[in-house]
Nanobody, 127 residues
């Protein structure tokens, strides 16, 4: 079992920055990849970005390319999401997720492909 805990959300003005963290514990050696998702009220949960365990290839949804960056610190078992130039439309609950059985060299972008989820951290961007 793997336990994920997000932190770093908050209220920020448009144009500002936040850094989200996702600390993993438990059987982290079983993980093959991780991703960040977000869900706005009344909308589906959608991928923001993802990273492969082999090669650390990253993927970003078009709306955040050039503004968000995913990184990982294996020594700390922590995944990060650096968010810059935030916009009101970035307002959502942000979740980190991890998968254990899928290819570690492939980007996975669908929520059903992930096995573990954190509780979420709220990001609110004011205009």
């Amino acid at each position: 079992q793997v336990h994920l805990v997000e932190s770093g959300g908050g209220l920020v003005q448009a144009g500002g920055s936040l850094r989200l963290s996702c600390a993993a514990s438990g059987r982290t050696s079983s993980l093959h990849g991780m991703g960040w998702f977000r869900q706005a009220p009344g909308k589906e949960r959608k991928v923001v970005g993802a990273i492969t365990w082999i090669g650390s290839t990253t993927y970003y949804v078009d709306s955040v390319k050039g503004r968000f960056t995913i990184s990982r610190d294996d020594a700390k078992n922590t995944l990060y999401l650096e968010m810059n130039s935030l916009k009101p439309e970035d307002t959502a609950m942000y979740y980190c997720a991890a998968h254990r059985a899928r290819s570690p060299s492939t980007i996975w972008t669908v929520s059903d492909e992930y096995d573990y989820w954190g509780q979420g951290t709220q990001v609110t961007v004011s205009s």
